[in-house]
C-alpha cells in the first residue's frame, strides 16, 4: 500500500469509528431490551420450546383506584336494606305462614323496635342537654309552661289592639240572608268596641242588620279588595298609612281567634311565630 493510500483509510476510519461503536451498543441495548421483555435471548429465542413454555415476563397489575374499589356501605343503603328485609319477612310469613317464617319476622321486627325506642330516647336525651334544640322553649307544651306563655302572649296582644284604632279600620261584609252573619255581626261589634276600632258594614243582598245600622250597600268593594265575592261573612282590615287591604278571614270566628288574626296580621311577620 502506498502512502498516499494509508493515510487515506486512517482519514476514513477517524471519521467512520465513532459510528461503529455507536451502532454496536445500539444493538446491544435492543438485544437487552429484547432479552428484558421475552426472557434469556437463547433460552427462548434460540430455542422452540412450544406453547406451553412462558417466555414473556407477565406484567405487573396496575393497582386499583379509588373508582375500582368498592364503596363502603352508607347508612341509607343500610336502612334500606332493614326495610327490604322486614317487607320480605313479613311478606314470607303472610305467604308461608309457618312458625319458624312467623318467629322469624317477630324477631326481626322485635329488634327494629328496640333500635328506633333506642333512636327516640337518644333523641330525647339531646334535646333536654341542648336548649337550641327545644322547640318547646319557644312554644311550650306541658299545663304550667303552657298557661305561663299563652299569659305572656295575651299580654303582648292586648298592649298591640290598644294602639291598633289609630291606623286600622274593619270592612264587615254581610247578607241579611246569612245565618252565619247572625252569629258573628254581635262577636264582630264586642271586638270592635272593646278596641274602639271604626267597623264599616256592608250588605252584599241590600238587607239590614240590627248590630250595625248604619251600614251602606256593596257597590263592588269585594272584587277591589281580592275577597271572594259568594263567601259571607266576610272581614277585612284597612291599613289606613299604607292604604290597602288585609283580608282576615271569612265565616265565623270567635273573638279569641279573631283578635290573634288581627294581631299576627299587624305585628308579626310570617315565619317569625309558629
Known amino acids: 500500500m502506498s502512502a498516499g493510500r494509508f493515510r487515506t483509510a486512517i482519514m476514513l476510519a477517524a471519521i467512520l469509528g465513532p459510528a461503529v461503536p455507536g451502532t454496536a451498543q445500539d444493538a446491544g441495548r435492543s438485544t437487552s431490551a429484547s432479552a428484558t421483555d421475552t426472557g434469556d435471548a437463547f433460552y427462548c429465542g434460540e430455542r422452540r420450546l412450544g406453547y406451553w413454555f412462558y417466555c ?22 343500610a336502612l334500606d336494606a332493614i326495610t327490604a328485609t322486614l317487607r320480605e319477612l313479613k311478606a314470607r310469613a303472610i305467604i308461608e305462614p309457618t312458625p319458624a317464617n312467623v318467629t322469624a319476622y317477630i324477631r326481626f321486627q322485635r329488634e327494629q323496635l328496640d333500635r328506633a325506642s333506642l333512636f327516640s330516647d337518644v333523641w330525647q336525651r339531646a334535646i333536654w342537654q341542648d336548649p337550641g334544640l327545644d322547640y318547646t322553649l319557644e312554644r311550650p307544651v306541658g299545663a304550667v309552661a303552657k298557661r305561663q306563655w299563652q299569659d305572656a302572649r295575651a299580654a ?56 250595625f245600622p248604619n251600614y251602606t250597600v256593596e257597590n263592588g268593594q269585594r272584587p277591589r279588595m281580592g275577597l271572594e265575592p259568594k263567601i259571607t261573612p266576610a272581614l277585612v282590615l284597612w291599613d289606613s298609612e299604607a292604604k290597602r287591604a288585609i283580608p282576615i278571614g271569612y265565616g265565623v270566628l270567635s273573638a279569641d281567634e279573631l283578635q290573634d288574626r288581627i294581631f299576627l296580621l299587624t305585628s308579626k311577620e310570617a315565619g317569625h311565630d309558629f
Do not use: N
Not at 415476563?57 to 343503603?77: F, G, L, V
Not at 254581635?186 to 240590627?210: C, E, F, M, Y
Open 156 to 211: 303582648e296582644r292586648d298592649s298591640v289592639m290598644a294602639h291598633l284604632g289609630d291606623r286600622y279600620g274593619l270592612f264587615y261584609f254581610f247578607a241579611q240572608t246569612c245565618g252565619a252573619c247572625e252569629v258573628m255581626s254581635p262577636i264582630v261589634k264586642a271586638v270592635a268596641d272593646r278596641w274602639q276600632l271604626t267597623v264599616r258594614a256592608i250588605s252584599t243582598d241590600g238587607g239590614p242588620s240590627r248590630h
Open 56 to 77: 414473556v415476563r407477565p406484567k405487573p397489575a396496575p393497582p386499583e383506584t379509588a373508582e375500582q374499589q368498592s364503596p363502603a356501605q352508607t347508612a341509607t343503603a
